[in-house]
């Protein structure tokens, strides 16, 4: 089976940056779509972004377009997001996925392999 590791959470100030890193690991298919997530808590695990088998981003959530970048290390098996101009509301356990598919979804429920979450704390 995949496995999925997260790194490269922390903590800090609002308008910094971080990048977060996703490392698969075991059975990988060929193709396959990678989605981020983040879930504040009280809150419903949503959406972050994701990136297609070819390397194409499929789309991100409106909350950080612009200020979030995806991109894959195929070679890797790694996929990275790119977090500048970070905002408190951007606070959240940030969770990684992977889904056999060449394309990108928005639902948790399709995909198949999910990592531990890292956690990323953005202060005023």
């Known amino acids: 089976q995949v496995q999925l590791v997260e790194s490269g959470g922390g903590l800090v100030q609002a308008g910094g940056s971080l990048r977060l890193s996703c490392a698969a690991s075991?059975?990988?298919?060929?193709?396959?779509?990678m989605g981020w997530f983040r879930q504040a808590p009280g809150k419903e695990r949503e959406f972050v972004g994701g990136?297609?088998?070819?390397?194409?981003?499929?789309s991100y959530a409106d909350s950080v377009k612009g200020r979030f970048t995806i991109s894959r290390d195929d070679i890797k098996k790694t996929v990275y997001l790119q977090m500048n101009s970070l905002k408190p509301e951007d606070t959240a356990v940030y969770y990684c996925?992977?889904?056999?598919?060449?394309?990108?979804?928005?639902?948790?429920?399709?995909?198949?392999?999910w990592g531990q979450g890292t956690q990323v704390t953005v202060s005023s």
């Open positions: 996925a992977a889904r056999y598919s060449r394309l990108v979804v928005t639902n948790t429920a399709g995909y198949d392999y």
């Open positions: 075991g059975r990988t298919p060929s193709n396959y779509a």
């Open positions: 990136i297609n088998w070819s390397g194409g981003v499929g």
